[in-house]
């Protein structure tokens, strides 16, 4: 399954697949603006970077002995900054599911990031030799937050991965804001399947902001979603699955470090299923953004399924470091 000398004969097409969007991991997070304590990105006194090299790693594990390893090198020949960059990425991806063997992928990726007005984008557009993959997102700064997203990747199951099963995942981020306080945020979207299946997704979230100055908010994130072939292929897919969770978060700043800490604990079900636990936890930390060094690096752990199964913890792990000159 390495396909290094077919990723540089694809790279070309793929740049037809470059829309407004955004991956879905980050959709929430970044949606949820009244809930963090404003801060401005800053330089370092002097510093105008031109140009940047960054490398990052992605690694997973889950109950079922599923490992995914990814690692990417991306060389920037314009950068200003984390919203301001044009460049390549050159990603490996090794996936060991269920404990078997293990297959890897050489991607190529054109990355970018600008803005005009009050809009601002940002994305990754490439292929793994066999398809388009990516993401991408294009979001405003309004009062009434809109962010427009689509994402395409491989499914990272043993079926997924053995006979090139993919999903295609594209919609939108809304904020509702109430007051200072008080905010709601709408994620709507349809995830295409490789295959018949079409899931309609729902996600809806309250966060009132406890304390402004400890930068604590309480929030209650709800997602479901429906799936018109339930059962395709080997992935986690009831005709309905509904998710209940609140949550605490503290998003603190210190010497221009920005740390963020969430937990929840609620309940899920799907269809033909009783109400189980669910369990969510994230730990950041991000550097300041435009130095000659920056660094990020996240933890999460969830026990919603992806794969067939319905026992399930799934850990993740990111690290990232960009030198700007």
């Keep these: 399954m390495n396909r290094l000398p077919a990723v540089v004969v694809g790279a070309a097409a793929s740049l037809a697949f470059v829309l407004p969007g955004v991956a879905w991991a980050q959709t929430v997070e970044t949606a949820q603006q009244t809930a963090r304590v404003e801060h401005p990105d800053s330089a370092a006194a002097g510093f105008l970077p031109a140009h940047a090299v960054g490398l990052d790693v992605f690694a997973s594990t889950d109950a ?8 990417g090198i991306n060389l ?29 992928d050489q991607r190529l990726y054109l990355r970018f990031a600008d803005k005009t007005g009050d809009w601002s984008w ?24 809109q962010e427009y997203f689509v994402e395409r990747e491989i499914l990272e ?31 709507a979207g349809l995830q295409d399947f490789t295959g018949d299946n079409v899931r309609t997704h729902l996600r809806l979230n309250y966060i009132h902001v ?7 908010s309480a929030q209650v994130r709800t997602r479901y979603f429906h799936s018109s072939d339930p059962g395709e292929y080997d992935y986690f897919s009831p005709e309905n699955y509904l998710e209940i969770m609140p949550v605490l978060q503290v998003r603190r700043y210190y010497g221009g470090w920005r740390y963020v800490v969430a937990g929840g604990v609620g309940g899920q079900k799907e269809t033909g299923g009783d109400w189980r636990s669910a369990r969510y936890f994230n730990a950041q930390v991000v550097s300041p953004p435009i ?32 030198r700007a000159f």
């Design 64 to 71: 079922d002995d599923t490992d995914v390893v990814k690692a």
């Design 76 to 104: 920037d020949w314009r950068y200003r900054g984390p919203d301001d960059y044009l460049g390549l990425r050159v990603e490996t991806a090794r996936f060991k599911p269920l404990g078997g063997e293990a297959t890897e």
């Design 122 to 145: 940002k994305g990754q557009v490439g292929t793994d030799g066999e398809t388009v993959l990516g993401s991408a997102s294009v979001h405003n700064e309004a009062r009434f937050r």
């Design 157 to 187: 199951t043993p079926r997924g991965l053995d006979e090139g099963l993919y999903y295609t995942f594209v919609g939108g981020a809304f904020d509702l804001p109430v007051n200072d306080r008080n905010n709601f945020t709408v994620v």
């Design 210 to 216: 406890v304390k402004p100055e400890w930068g604590l």
């Design 291 to 322: 130095r000659e060094w920056a660094i990020n690096a996240s933890f999460t752990y969830s026990n919603t399924p992806v794969a067939s199964g319905y026992t399930y913890d799934y850990n993740q792990v990111n690290f990232g470091v960009v």
